[in-house]
């Protein structure tokens, strides 16, 4: 078994993770999110090299359109299961499945597409979100986007993992002096919000461990972050060189990356 995954984009324009689990024989995929239009998230699945049609279940994170996209018509096309806690579907006003909807909660264990997946609560102004802790047995994978601060359970709940793809979303200045609106502002910068650089650096400190390797830092603000400032926040958190910070952007994602 292996596990490796892959952005297929990450930011505020729209947000979606591939993992790939198995052996050479047989692989099986998970799409973390797919918060962009149809179009898009099918030609960038088919620039990864998968079909629709080849993706075992979908896990929504939580509401926010730049994370549920085109949910509904990619699962009812290509008849997907939908794993999302009850809390993201009453947000998402409620729609019909049509039987693909599977429920989650902080705390379970699930079975997917090959991999044990742990889905955790995280502090974000969305009805229940979650995040993820993926694993084949082996290895194991983290996914912490969408919180406004890092809070025990989360840092129990990404504790050894040995990659993260971990959010760092905005330079605290280049927000403030932004043309947001004050009470998009606070809303960023809150503790239902999102994480800083300085934020994500930290929380990088207290994850890192020896057999930790790629930490792909997601969900870069594209008017109040620089990828320069990420970089320069999480290299040394992670005692590594800035050109080994790896980040996903919203055009491109990112390469394949093993766990």
């Known amino acids: 078994m292996s596990v490796r995954f892959k952005s297929l984009g990450s930011g505020s324009a729209g947000n979606a993770t591939l993992l790939e689990a198995g052996d050479g024989l047989r692989r099986r995929y998970l799409l973390i999110d797919c918060g962009m239009p149809l179009r898009r998230l099918v030609g960038r699945l088919q620039q990864a090299g998968v079909e629709p049609d080849e993706l075992a279940a979908i896990f ?3 509401e926010h359109v730049d994370h549920t996209g085109c949910v509904l018509s990619l699962a009812l096309r290509y008849r997907i299961p939908v794993w999302m806690s009850r809390g993201t579907h009453a947000g998402m006003g409620a729609p019909d499945w049509e039987g693909l909807a599977r429920w989650t909660r902080d ?3 699930l079975d997917v597409a090959g991999m044990q997946l742990q889905p955790f609560t995280v502090p974000h102004d969305a009805r229940e979100p979650l995040q993820l802790r993926c694993s084949d047995g082996d290895r194991v994978l983290g996914i912490a986007t969408d919180l406004g601060h890092a809070t025990a359970h989360v840092v129990d709940s990404l504790h050894q993992c040995h990659a993260l793809l971990l959010e760092s979303n905005h330079d605290p200045g280049m927000l403030a002096a932004s043309r947001y609106p004050e009470f998009l502002k606070r809303r960023v910068a809150g503790d239902l919000g999102h994480l800083s650089n300085a934020a994500a650096a930290a929380l990088a400190a207290r994850l890192n461990h ?7 830092a997601g969900h870069l603000s594209e008017r109040n972050n620089l990828p320069e400032l990420a970089a320069a926040a999480l290299a040394p ?19 394949w990356l093993c766990v």
């Open 210 to 216: 020896g057999r930790l390797g790629h930490v792909l």
């Open 60 to 62: 929504i994170t939580h």
């Open 237 to 255: 958190a992670l005692n590594r060189n800035l050109s080994d910070v790896l980040l996903a952007d919203a055009a491109n994602g990112s390469d």
């Open 107 to 109: 705390g379970d264990v």
